[in-house]
């Protein structure tokens, strides 16, 4: 979820509001976008056919039928939420790029993203929530593993230029994992994100690293080296 302080996606179980545009199916079949504008949500079933190729070499299950809804804002949560997954219904919402390009301000954690970009980033963070919804019996991740994975999907799919956006000001250490904690992400979600990536992308690290959360044999609740 990309709440405020990010809140943690079991935080919000409310089904979305029913005073829907007409769906749009997506040509995978497996996820119906609810837009207003018909050229966005067909936006929306490609962003996240792009991202395929990403989830799998990353080990992330597919999700059950999805529902997207692009609202101009997200009824039930706090005033600057930007996007939420609701497991109980298996459905996510995302503000739409028109408001996000007006309505984003110092207080957000993504200011000075480009509006279209970040409406991308967002969709793609959601969407992994809603994959790890699927993990097998008997796997399951923390708070703070969910959310590097929906980060470093995220951040992964960003335009170089607009990723350095978030990365400004993050330390750039060791790139190690002791600061990837619940502590950071209620703190400072840009850090979060920030610190998530810059381990991500160390070759060391990667799709292996976020396998190894899925599996359980790491998780970012222990300490890590």
Known sequence: MLCA????????????????PPGHTCPQGD?????????LAERACAIVQAAEPLFSACGLPGFDPLRLYVVRRIEGTSEHCLGVYVSDTNEIAVIDPVVLADDSGPWSMFYG?????????????????????????GNSCSLADHEYIAYAMQLATLPDEQR???LDGVPDGDAGTSLINEVTLAMSPRVFAGLAWRHFERPENGCRYVRSLLDGSVSLERSEP
């Open 5 to 20: 302080l990010s809140l943690p996606a079991a935080g919000f179980s409310q089904p979305m509001p029913r005073s829907d």
């Open 164 to 166: 350095d956006i978030i």
């Open 31 to 39: 996820l119906t976008v609810f837009a207003v504008d018909p050229g």
């Open 113 to 137: 993203l480009e509006a279209n970009a970040l409406f991308a980033s967002l969709l793609i963070h959601e969407v992994t929530h809603a994959r790890l919804a699927n993990l097998a019996d």
